[in-house]
């Protein structure tokens, strides 16, 4: 659980900096930039590791051609196998393989009032 708002910005952009440093070219910096923005306010970085959870939206950047890479809109989990996520989005439900990939979840309202009231505490 996301306890640190501020921290959590700042480990999104971390990751999405990494990831630049690592294939930088012009393409994937105008990519880069554009999640950074779409990302900033309320989003979590879900290592490949973690399970999602059911319900919430993700977003994520593929990996899979470095000198061209792409920030995809998702969709809401339906679940999460550890090795693939099943997505539903307006395009209809689709599995999303979990390797090459960034995940980043959007935190809920429910959320960002726990980690408000932590910090008041």
Do not use: C
């Not at 969709?75 to 960034?102: A, E, H, P, S």
């Amino acid at each position: 659980m996301v306890v640190d708002l501020e921290h959590e910005r700042k480990t999104v952009n971390r990751v999405l900096r990494n990831t630049l440093d690592k294939y930088r070219n012009e393409h994937n910096v105008n990519v880069i930039e554009h999640a950074t923005e779409q990302l900033d306010e309320d989003f979590a970085y879900v290592p490949i590791q973690y399970t999602m959870w059911e319900g919430r939206y993700v977003r994520y950047v593929d990996l899979k051609s470095p000198l061209e890479l792409r920030f995809k809109n998702g969709g809401f989990v339906v679940k999460d196998n550890t090795y693939t996520v099943t997505l539903k989005n307006d395009m209809g439900i689709f599995r999303v393989g979990k390797r090459g990939k960034l995940f980043f979840m959007k935190m809920s309202e429910r959320d960002l009032r726990h980690i408000e009231f932590k910090q008041l505490l």
